[in-house]
């Protein structure tokens, strides 16, 4: 089964990763997808940012959560799939690519995790939907 222990995601670090069906590590740019096989399906951003070329999660049976550090860099964040992914970092992600909204959902807490309130931000939205959580205090 899947583990909830947290894939800790890193720049020229662990072999954490695959290509071609071999270990590697993940660089600036590379392209990077999440889907149904990983092990885990918490993923830790250990650095203060990862800028991946074009990210992708890909996935229906588990929910994806990410925390940790920065998506930055100018690619794109695709959302595929009938599974929630839910970005809950406390910093801004400041990525410039375009936000697509396929399948599934796409969970946030604050405008600050898809990049502020732009209105430069380039979206699509199938069959997909945002959620926005709200904290209420007293």
């Not at 400041?94 to 604050?110: A, E, M, R």
């Amino acid at each position: 089964g899947a583990s909830s222990e947290a894939s800790h995601w890193d720049v020229a670090g662990a072999l954490n990763w695959t290509a071609a069906g071999a270990p590697d590590r993940f660089y600036a740019g590379d392209a990077v997808r999440f889907d149904d096989s990983a092990s885990s399906f918490v993923v830790d951003i250990r650095e203060t940012s990862v800028a991946p070329g074009n990210l992708v999660f890909d996935h229906t049976v588990n929910d994806y959560v990410v925390s940790g550090g920065a998506l930055a860099g100018s690619g794109s964040l695709t959302k595929l799939g009938g599974g929630t992914l839910t970005l809950a970092q406390t910093v801004t992600n400041t990525f410039s690519g375009p936000l697509s909204l396929v399948g599934g959902t796409l969970s946030i807490s604050s405008l600050n995790q898809i990049g502020g309130a732009s209105s430069t931000r380039a979206t699509a939205k199938a069959s997909a939907s945002a959620r926005m959580r709200a904290t209420c205090t007293r």
